[in-house]
């Protein structure tokens, strides 16, 4: 194998046979690499490479122990390695320090091996070894590097660890902390992080941190104009070196150049924050007490920590931006929350002038067709039980309308006798009938221009409906014995409690006047569909009746307040304002005791007599005093009666204490 090895280096050398033992001691010589040939533990040869690893002539080194030239602290470890080498190959391979001329210490890697040259070392001393000796200072240097470059990558793993998953409330706190961390690791001043502002002449600082002895940036908006070359730099998306200030500094950087002179900059560097294809800001990193001394490749890789910061920020951006949108959507909500809320205490204030209360969605339902239908000439046809308050809700149109300014005129056609009908609406010259000494203007005349408002419609006779549908289809008719057309400009509105459709089909009632009334039908529902509203009304009452009878009434039970809604009121309103009247009536004191009617909720109940009504509020007030009848807190003076007349009531209605046990 020895021989093939040889002819293909002679091969490759060009002929191998012509070096001569000159030429091999020429090329140890030149040889780069420390060589040495070592018997008995003292050096036979050194070359100039391995002098100058020691820093010394070859020739001084020469017959010197080489223990002696190790490092004492390697000495014995050195050693060591040496006897324990390989009995096979002879040859060992140790890494060692050396020991310079100066002391100084120099790291080496040695590789010795079994030397058969017999001509150089005389074998009578014991076997000698050959060993090439190689300089470790630059392969330590490189060691370094590697080793800087996965702390560095390890910086970057533990930033982005940081900012993964982290809520965009917490990002301002982990970029101060990274802030720091960049700072420790990679030992420049200071670290800021510059944020692009809305507008062109600032940058926003959000955040600085600088080590001790050294100012951190002052946080908050500042002018571009202050330093545009390096700003604009950046801006651009292009990184910024500085290693020298002022030399590195271009020709127009003059404010840069004096900013830095003022502040004690000597070196910055800085990266541009680039995310989602945005430019975000910059990442400064300034160095105050020395120059920086990083190597290249850690400029290159800042590049990749800008990436982490750009991130979170473009992550804190777009979180700010949602939760904005999420506070406006919910303030707007809030605000058409309380217009809505406002716009129904407007109709029921505007009603409540009109003297509708209500805040069911019954009611309100009612009170916005009213709105809506107010404006319109459309004639409206009020439905729903008796006592609804249609009546109330006619004149709420009326006074909605454009034609508010002229009185409301009111017909209720069940109260009229058939034969005075039709003068009482349409008018009538002198003598037109027996009787009819003068003439009569009729309500459509005096509603011209006006609302005119028909109530029980249902009971309007069916001889006349025609000539009232006339009026409402062109607005002419004749009063009554004259020849003569009037023209009028009303406004109908129509109620009734009765079922027209029934009226119809039973011919009591035109189907094509029931059609022309019909255009906006409002039902109003009956006051046990609307229950919310009892209290509201039951206190508008209790405020009107006790102005007109000089009371005060502050309570009123929770339990009334609940029989009271819980009751059916077959008379709807007008019965809840009676039952109040009433309990106004025979209430003393600031409490308002009212006795229920004793019906259903839906309603259909028998009717007491006032007398009843009356002896139940006396012995219940009675019950209340403990049968006390005179005196401060009396039944007298809680029924507001004198105590003679309370007792001749009672004397009237047999009311006596029954007998105590
Ligand atoms: N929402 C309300 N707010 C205040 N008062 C009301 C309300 N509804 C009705 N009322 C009062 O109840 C009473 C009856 O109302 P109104 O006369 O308007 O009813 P109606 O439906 O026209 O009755 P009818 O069919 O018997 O003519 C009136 O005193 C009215 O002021």
């Not at 190790?70 to 040496?82: F, G, K, L, S, T």
């Not at 002038?353 to 046809?381: F, M, N, Q, W, Y």
């Not at 039970?557 to 309990?583: C, F, H």
Request: hydrophobic content about 40%.
């Amino acid at each position: 194998m020895g021989n093939a090895k040889t002819a293909s280096l002679k091969n490759q050398a060009g002929g191998l046979d012509d070096i001569t033992r000159m030429d091999y001691q020429l090329l140890f010589d030149r040889t780069p690499v420390g060589i040495y040939v070592v018997q008995a533990g003292r050096f036979h040869y050194v070359n100039p490479a391995l002098g100058q690893i020691l820093g010394r002539l070859p020739k001084t080194v020469h017959s010197q122990p080489l223990s002696s030239f190790i490092h004492p602290d390697d000495r014995v470890v050195a050693e060591d390695c040496r006897r324990r080498r390989d009995r096979e190959t002879w040859s060992i391979r140790f890494q060692t320090r050396m020991i310079q001329a100066d002391g100084k210490p120099v790291a080496v890697e040695v590789v010795e091996s079994l030397f058969n040259d017999g001509s150089r070392v005389d074998h009578s001393d014991g076997p000698a070894f050959v060993g090439v000796v190689i300089d470790m200072t630059d392969r330590g240097q490189a060691d370094k590097e590697a080793r800087q470059r996965l702390n560095f990558e390890q910086l970057l793993a533990n930033l982005s660890a940081r900012f993964v998953n982290l809520p965009g409330d917490q990002i301002d706190g982990q970029i101060d902390a990274s802030l720091k961390s960049l700072v420790e690791f990679l030992g420049n001043d200071r670290s800021t992080l510059v944020e692009v502002e809305g507008d062109d002449e600032h940058v926003m600082i959000t955040h600085s941190f600088a080590v001790p002895g050294c100012q951190p940036f002052p946080i908050g908006p500042f002018p571009v104009a202050r330093l545009p070359w390096f700003i604009n730099e950046f801006l651009s998306g292009r990184d910024v070196f500085v290693r020298v200030i002022p030399d590195d500094l271009p020709p127009e950087a003059t404010d840069e150049r004096k900013y830095c002179r003022e502040h004690g900059i000597q070196s910055n560097v800085t990266v541009p924050l680039k995310a989602g294809g945005e430019l975000l800001g910059g990442l400064t990193f300034a160095f105050i007490r020395n120059q920086c001394e990083w190597p290249s490749e850690i400029i290159v890789r800042l590049g990749l920590i800008g990436e982490v910061f750009a991130n979170a920020l473009l992550r804190r951006r777009t979180e700010q931006a949602l939760q904005k949108a999420i506070e406006e959507k919910n303030r707007l909500r809030r605000q058409l929350e309380q217009e809505n809320l406002y716009l129904r205490e407007q109709v029921i204030l505007k009603h409540q002038h009109g003297r509708i209360v209500g805040h069911s969605d019954a009611i309100t339902r009612v009170l916005a067709d009213v709105e809506r239908v107010a404006t319109t000439d459309a004639p409206v046809l009020l439905t729903g039980e008796t006592g609804t308050g249609k009546e109330l809700l006619a004149q709420s149109i009326h006074e909605l309308s454009n034609r508010k300014d002229r009185p409301m005129i009111v017909v209720n056609c069940a109260s009229l006798p058939a034969t005075l009908v039709e003068s009482e609406l349409f008018g009538r010259t002198a003598g037109a009938y027996t009787g009819a000494a003068s003439a009569q203007v009729g309500r459509f005349e005096l509603a011209d221009g006006s609302t005119l408002f028909l109530d029980e419609i249902g009971e309007f006779p069916l001889e006349l409906q025609a000539k009232l549908l006339r009026v409402l289809q062109d607005g002419h008719f004749e009063r009554l014995g004259a020849a003569k057309t009037i023209s009028v400009d009303v406004r109908i509105v129509a109620a009734t409690n009765r079922d027209l459709e029934a009226a119809m089909s039973e011919n009591r009632f035109r189907a094509d006047l029931y059609h022309r009334l019909n255009v906006f039908p409002i039902r109003v529902p009956p006051l046990r569909d609307r229950r919310d509203d009892i209290p509201p009304l039951t206190w508008a009452f209790v405020e009107a009746f006790g102005r007109r009878m000089g009371k005060s009434i502050q309570c009123i039970p929770r339990k009334t307040m609940q029989q009271l809604q819980d009751y059916g009121w077959p008379g709807n309103v007008r019965e809840l304002s009676n039952t109040i009247e009433r309990a106004m009536i025979l209430t003393g004191g600031d409490t308002l005791h009212i006795e229920i009617p004793a019906m259903s909720r839906d309603g259909s109940a028998s009717h007491k007599t006032l007398k009843e009504v009356e002896r139940e509020q006396i012995l219940r007030v009675l019950a209340e005093t403990g049968w006390r009848i005179r005196g401060t807190g009396g039944a007298a003076a809680r029924l507001d009666v004198k105590p003679t007349t309370l007792e001749a009531r009672m004397a009237r209605l047999g009311i006596t204490r029954p007998n105590r046990s």
